[in-house]
């Protein structure tokens, strides 16, 4: 059986070893960890700032929730649907629901729902279809110049929404030391892939010097240009942003972190300062929100999160559609909601303060990014646009025409061309593959072709002596 790194390296001297239960587990930590019956989450706690002591005390059962919130008791499916998608809340975020009810944004994004359990034909495990694009197990490729590498199928808290339910909280594990060989290898020979996400899971829940294995591992691909880390700690349990972690990571630089805040209330003094040290330690930092029904669907809410994350130094990315997972049905929006609410930033936040709204697509289609329309109506000579209040503008074109924008160099281009492409002149058709009208069409060339070699002798004859006839 392969070694979970997490296994060797929470025996290993450099990491301070995590107590007791901890480092029993085959599968990973918190599972022998959910097994000790956690302490009540009192920010008075000795141990409320030590980042191991509120992973060991997750809530992770219907009794351990309903001891610290006694009114959802009634919310028998709770327990039912954890036993499908996994639970767990860290005492500092179950600290940040202000009402013990499904109206609390912080409860809707942490305790599940019956909802979870809607699953209608066009909802999927894996919507993204990630699997597909995994040449080696544990890393996608989907876009040319980058990877995505899942380093462990552990999270501090199992979010709702999560994309990723088909693996995030099932078995808490790392990724292997085969695997981390087998992705490394598989860099070294793609010199193309020049950005590389370590996701999850949450790879920040690993201990440090598991961390540090797999961030050698990539910087040692020289290929690679920059390392993004995809985590949700800062929001969940920013105790984990210690002068240790940091330090660690800016040993690696350049590396970008990617957070995850959904709603304003996420924003408190302990996230200001794990953001803080994060960014004072060279590391910058974006945010990745999802548009969640109920959560964070109105426009003021997420104008409110955007000023938030600036003034942490955080640049608000992406604004995410929710994707087609199963079990997320009742957090899903309309486009049209997302829409809107760009439509309402714009001109009230700056730039720097506005997320791109885009929706992931479905079968692997990658982020399509959508915005309201500003432009009216375009010519060679003028184009006419709108602003935010309504405003219509004439906009000259140049006097000279453009030359052409330069091809795509052969070493760079994709098997097959892009939208790009046409609009530059470099491409005249983009045809789907194995559409139906494409079928007919390819059927109707051979049915042609067949017509004149199998045509009757009589016929044949018949139409030479014409065709002599004509020719005198
Ligand atoms: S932290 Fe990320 S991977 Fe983990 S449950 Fe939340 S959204 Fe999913």
């Not at 790392?174 to 892939?193: F, G, M, R, W």
């Not at 470099?426 to 559409?435: D, F, L, R, T």
Request: proline share 9%; aromatic share 6%; charged share 20%.
């Amino acid at each position: 059986m392969e070694t979970s790194i997490i296994n060797e390296t929470l025996a290993s001297k450099d990491e301070p070893p995590l107590s007791g239960t901890e480092q029993t587990s085959a599968s990973g930590p918190a599972t022998a960890l959910q097994n000790s019956a956690p302490e009540t989450p009192s920010r008075q706690h000795p141990k409320w700032n030590d980042w191991r002591w509120q992973i060991r005390n997750r809530i992770r059962t219907f009794q351990d929730l309903t001891d610290f919130f006694p009114s959802l008791r009634s919310h028998s499916s709770i327990a039912k649907v954890a036993e499908k998608y996994p639970m767990a809340i860290t005492p500092y975020y179950a600290s940040l629901i202000k009402t013990a009810d499904y109206s609390d944004p912080v409860l809707q994004m942490s305790v599940p729902q019956g909802q979870e359990m809607f699953a209608p034909d066009f909802l999927h495990a894996d919507p993204l279809e990630e699997e597909e694009d995994m040449p080696v197990p544990g890393l996608v490729h989907r876009y040319r110049d980058r990877a995505l590498l899942m380093a462990t199928t552990m999270c501090s808290m199992y979010c709702r929404h999560c994309t990723r339910k088909r693996v995030a909280g099932y078995e808490e594990s790392s990724i292997s030391v085969c695997q981390l060989n087998e992705i490394t290898n598989y860099l070294h020979a793609h010199p193309e892939v020049k950005d590389v996400v370590i996701s999850g899971g949450d790879p920040m829940t690993l201990p440090t010097s598991l961390l540090e294995r797999i961030l050698m591992a990539v910087r040692s691909v020289p290929s690679v240009e920059i390392i993004r880390i995809g985590t949700r700690v800062p929001v969940v349990l920013p105790q984990r942003i210690t002068n240790e972690l940091t330090q660690m990571i800016a040993k690696y630089h350049p590396v970008w972190v990617n957070t995850h805040f959904n709603h304003p209330n996420e924003i408190t003094p302990e996230a200001q300062a794990a953001c803080a040290k994060l960014a004072n330690a060279g590391i910058p930092l974006g945010n990745q929100t999802v548009l969640l029904r109920g959560i964070n669907d109105v426009p003021q809410v997420i104008e409110e999160l955007c000023r938030g994350l600036v003034r942490m130094r955080v640049r608000p990315y992406y604004l995410f559609q929710c994707d087609l997972v199963r079990g997320v049905e009742h957090f899903r929006t309309p486009i049209s909601r997302g829409i809107e609410i760009m439509e309402y930033l714009r001109g009230r936040l700056s730039g720097l303060a506005i997320p791109a709204f885009v929706v992931d697509a479905p079968h692997g289609g990658g982020k399509i990014p959508l915005l309201p329309n500003y432009l009216v109506s375009t010519s060679p000579t003028n184009t006419v646009l709108r602003n935010y209040e309504g405003m219509m503008v004439n906009y000259p074109e140049p006097v000279e025409p453009m030359p052409r924008a330069p091809a795509t160099s052969p070493a760079l281009r994709t098997s097959s061309p892009g939208v790009w492409d046409l609009s530059a002149g470099h491409a005249s058709v983009i045809v789907p593959a194995g559409g139906q009208r494409q079928k007919r069409r390819a059927s109707r060339k051979s049915h042609r072709t067949l017509a004149r070699e199998d045509q009757h002798p009589e016929f044949s004859s018949l139409l030479e002596s014409i065709m002599s006839d004509t020719n005198n």
